[in-house]
């Protein structure tokens, strides 16, 4: 597996990486990678399709949303 030496960290976001780690119970370089991934295999998010989306489940909620509209709306297509 090939290996990256990273030189220069600043302070501040070595001890943000760090204290995320922690947080995910993860080393610093499990951390690194993951946040690398996260940007590096991101799938861009269409703009257009995720309004289209919001208005349609927007137009099924009538009236006041309360707990058993929420769980409808959760359960819709769900088998």
């Known amino acids: 597996m090939p290996t990256v030496t990273l030189k220069g960290v600043p302070k501040r976001l ?3 990486l760090k204290s995320r780690a922690s947080l995910h119970r993860r ?32 137009g099924q909620v009538s009236g006041e949303l309360n707990d058993n509209a929420l769980k409808k709306l959760k359960n819709h297509g769900r088998p």
Request: hydrophobic content about 40%; proline content about 3%.
């Open 14 to 16: 070595h001890q943000k």
């Open 27 to 58: 080393s610093l370089n499990g951390e690194i990678l993951t946040c690398l991934e996260s940007v590096v295999e991101s799938v861009p998010v269409d703009v257009e399709t995720l309004l289209r989306r919001a208005r349609f489940l927007r």
